[in-house]
């Protein structure tokens, strides 16, 4: 059976690790080129290779560049146009959440700075460069290829949830990136670019294991996640392909049986909204 990324390619940013290295394997596996980006090129050129082993009638090429720096993206996204001949998904993915972020009185300006250049800044240069390229897609019936494409942009759940343990940076900035993608759906939705958001709940990635540093911070968030654990960083990938759901995604939009996907054109007529896979955790009282 051909994959749903056949004859496509993606750019995944923050691809070296977490969300962004599960998604790179699920859409090579599903056909797709893929340029892994990542500020940390190590990790990019470890995805890679991994990719490729597993994936060899794919291109996997590793990339370095920092999403905050808006040349940096547009060259990223040069590149995945030249190698691959278009570009159809890109996944704004890539994000920090930093130890020193806290509550309005304690947070350093630099650290709000720091935040919103990367979780922020970094989505609107991804999605401008993105939708530059992705008008000028060349159209080829034959191989179901059309211009336009598909772009999704990782939030979190504290976009919609106030976090009691506060991280007002990164809380401030997810919360922007829902609300600059709906409105950059609604005016690009006619040019055949869909743009949604992902609403990860915690998980077992470097980022948040590295800021709930002790067992104590990580029992305090587990008590209130309704299944009693972190999600895996690949339960996001299947959602940013949006394969059939796992049976671990209980989101109400994620429960049909239908296969959606975000990534493919089997979500053609899904744009401007947000995918919460959280484990349960937006349904909590
Ligand atoms: P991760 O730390 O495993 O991976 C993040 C990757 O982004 C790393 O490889 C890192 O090098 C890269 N990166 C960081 N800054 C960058 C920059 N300026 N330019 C390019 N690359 C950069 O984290 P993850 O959990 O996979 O996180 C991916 C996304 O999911 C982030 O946007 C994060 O905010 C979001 N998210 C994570 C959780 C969670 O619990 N882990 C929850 C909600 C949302």
């Known amino acids: 059976m051909p994959g749903r990324l056949q004859h496509k390619s993606a750019l995944i940013t923050g691809a070296g690790s977490g969300i962004g290295l599960e998604s790179s394997i699920l859409f090579a596996q599903e056909g797709a080129n893929v340029l892994l980006v990542d500020v940390n090129i190590a990790n990019a050129e470890k995805a890679a290779a991994l990719v490729q082993e597993r994936f060899p009638n794919i291109k996997a090429i590793p990339y370095k560049a920092d999403v905050s720096k808006e040349a940096e993206v547009e060259a990223a996204v040069a590149t995945a146009v030249k190698e691959f001949g278009r570009l ?133 968030r587990l008590v209130h996640l309704p299944m009693g654990r972190f999600g895996e960083a690949v339960e996001l990938a299947n959602a940013a392909l949006f394969r059939k759901p796992a049976t671990s995604i209980t989101s109400t939009q994620l429960t049909s049986d239908k296969h959606h996907t975000v990534a493919s054109s089997e979500s053609s007529y899904i744009t401007g909204t947000d995918f919460k896979v959280d484990g349960g955790l937006s349904s909590a009282y």
């Open 88 to 220: 159809d998904v890109m996944f704004n993915n890539a994000g920090i959440m930093h130890p020193e972020d806290d509550n309005a009185l304690n947070t350093e300006e630099r650290i709000w700075d720091l935040t919103m250049n990367i979780n922020l800044k970094g989505v609107w240069f991804g999605c401008k460069h993105a939708i530059k390229a992705m008008r000028e897609n060349p159209t080829d019936a034959a191989k179901g290829l059309q211009t336009g494409g598909s772009i999704i942009n990782t939030a979190s759940f504290v976009a919609i949830m106030g976090a009691a343990t506060p991280q007002l940076a990164y809380t401030a900035s997810k919360g922007a990136v829902l609300a600059m993608t709906r409105e950059l759906a609604m005016v690009h939705a006619r040019e055949g670019i869909r743009l949604n958001s992902l609403c990860p709940g915690p998980l077992k990635t470097p980022l948040l294991m590295d800021f709930l540093n002790t067992d104590e911070k990580k029992q305090r």
